[in-house]
């Protein structure tokens, strides 16, 4: 969701100055400014306040899950959503998808000297919100400035940690040949979002950003079953990448059923007027899963529960013949080698 | 140390493209060729070379010390290091700091379309040496390259994780009147070595950076003791910054006796020329520490029989006086208050 400044109950502090000088990133009294107005209070919490350079966390016994992500997503604000609470949601997603409950973030910024101190508001706010619905916290951060030119207005760094529930053996090479192929909504609409709002597209639509943190979607599912073979979330180089890793990695063929894949009607004229291949299109808040086939149906039925996995279906499987390839079969029922793509469709999608 | 790649014994790889392209950043296949060819020979773990979207790594019941930093310093290569050992270092030393065992890292890299793959593969080793030098273990990572002028050449943002032993508590909010303050050795070498080799200062000298890994040193001080009450690294802001934060956040005053600050004669030299006070300047080596005085002798000595402490020094002690407030006694007998700097002196320092 965009973050509507005129509807936020929350107006800039009164800072020193309206846009981010260097001296906010000098580790000085102005840097402590910053940090104090506008930082501390988004993410509230007793380890951060402590402002030690680093967090310090008591953890029982257990696997965690490290994942990390810069984000550096053009332009900064874009239909559903903006690069505060992608930084959130993609680390979140990506340490969720080893089967890990995400705890902890950490968020590195790089600011360009002169970027509005109304725009970093939003962000933190949206980063806030998004941590809440997330719930993870931000324990630890550091905020560098660059001179006018040195950067594109703002870059995010955030990494996750996670605590793996015991027996949850998630990876990409854990696919059998048999596992059925799970996708949990449409595909395409983070990339369509963000390409068509760029300014030299004229181009207007609905579309929106998908942005959003899985771990709510990946819990269910495993109390439905520890039985996940494989589970990754296609961001940059979309589904085609995705699945062509999980053929590779578990030397398995994998059959896909392309008219089983859900795209929004939107989504699916924006790729045929610009023409691109949605399934290499990013997507922010889908997540692709291999389930062994007796446990199928029943992590569907609780998949299609939650909110972001009501569109959920299975659109392929693993086989053993075509091994480290993708075999997609088309709605007039010809083959087709679905290629990782080779280059950059939309660079700074994420 | 610089990394010079005429000694490298590992010269670059035949790469597809002499400079980095916007498709190594796609997701796609050339940065899964990037990855293979120019990374994971350098970060070659078990961990790490699965290529999952994070590293799941087991650990005993344990306090986890947890901090993140960007590296932006231009240029990025300066006397006596570079981008790459210096983003290795600084997460090592903001996780030991609080006296943890720096474990894991993970690096996230943006890198400006165009950039030379020779300098990648430098920075690479670099970090590859630093990584074994400081006994940490680079497990994930991210890379984006973004548009020609959107970034300038390189940042990385590294996080680090690392196991607090049992019984250290150490917090810049721990320092207690009476306490004396140690300085592990010279300031403001690394800033004023990133300054020198600036493009627009004539100024040579032999200034080198002191970049290096303080968690070899932390672990015999903290051997000798776990009574330190107060530890950090003064890098940005350097070390008025440092000791204006113990005495605020321990709500003590800090009596420095400004002639026990070792300082090298050519940085000297060079701060004079400029008119920069040393005690601003940026630290990347260097730690400040607060320690009960019936401890002092001993850590002092434990820190001297170390290669990175050979010069440590009492620097002054925490009183009751002025608190919140560090006031400085120069050679001369006269008092003056160290404020923290408030502006940038040198931005993109590290």
Redesign the interface.
């Known amino acids: 969701m965009i973050v509507d400044t005129s509807t936020l109950s929350c107006p800039l502090p009164i800072m020193d100055h309206d846009t981010v000088?260097?001296?906010h990133?000098?580790?000085?009294?102005?840097?402590?400014s910053l940090i104090e107005k506008l930082f501390l209070p988004r993410f509230d919490n007793a380890m951060l306040n402590?402002?030690?350079?680093?967090?310090?966390?008591?953890?029982?016994?257990?696997?965690?899950?490290?994942?990390?992500?810069?984000f550096?997503v053009?332009p900064i604000f874009f239909p559903g959503g903006d690069i505060g609470d992608l930084a959130i949601n993609g680390t979140a997603n990506?340490?969720c998808?080893?089967g890990?409950v995400p705890l902890?973030v950490?968020?590195?910024?790089?600011i360009e000297e002169g970027f509005a101190m109304e725009s970093l508001h939003r962000i933190l706010l949206s980063m806030e919100q998004a941590g809440k619905q997330a719930g993870v916290t931000v324990?630890?951060?550091?905020t560098?400035?660059?001179?006018k030119?040195?950067?594109?207005k703002i870059?995010i760094?955030t990494?996750?940690?996670?605590s793996?529930p015991d027996g949850v053996m998630i990876?990409?090479?854990g696919i059998q040949p048999g596992d059925k192929i799970i996708l949990s909504g449409t595909i395409a609409d983070h990339g369509m979002a963000v390409m068509t709002s760029r300014e030299n597209l004229s181009f207007q639509t609905r579309i929106q950003s998908d942005t959003a943190a899985l771990n709510g979607l990946v819990e269910k599912m495993i109390k439905t079953t520890t039985e996940i073979h494989a589970m990754?979330?296609p961001?940059?180089?979309?589904l085609a990448?995705t699945l062509n890793?999980f053929a590779s990695?578990s030397n398995v063929g994998i059959k896909l059923i392309e008219g089983n894949i859900p795209i929004s009607p939107d989504v699916k004229g924006a790729c045929e007027i610009l023409g691109i291949d949605p399934l290499?299109v990013?997507n922010e808040g889908k997540l692709v899963a291999a389930v062994p086939p007796d446990k199928v149906d029943a992590v569907l039925d609780a998949m299609r529960k939650h909110p972001l996995g009501r569109q959920a279906a299975i659109i392929g499987e693993a086989v053993t013949d075509h091994k480290g390839m993708v075999a997609g079969e088309t709605l007039l029922g010809v083959s087709r080698i679905v290629?990782?793509?080779?280059?950059?469709?939309l660079?700074?999608i994420c």
Chains 1, 2 share one sequence.
């Open positions: 000088q260097l001296a990133g000098s580790g000085g009294s102005l840097s402590a402590q402002l030690e350079d680093q967090a310090v966390m008591e953890l029982p016994a257990c696997r965690l899950a490290f994942s990390t992500d810069s550096v053009d990506d340490v998808m080893s890990a902890y950490s968020a590195a910024f790089i324990v630890t951060g550091d560098k400035v660059v001179n030119g040195s950067c594109d870059f760094t990494t996750g940690l996670g793996v990876s990409a090479g990754r979330d961001t940059r180089g979309g990448t890793e990695t290499n990013a290629d990782m793509p080779v280059g950059e469709q660079p700074r």
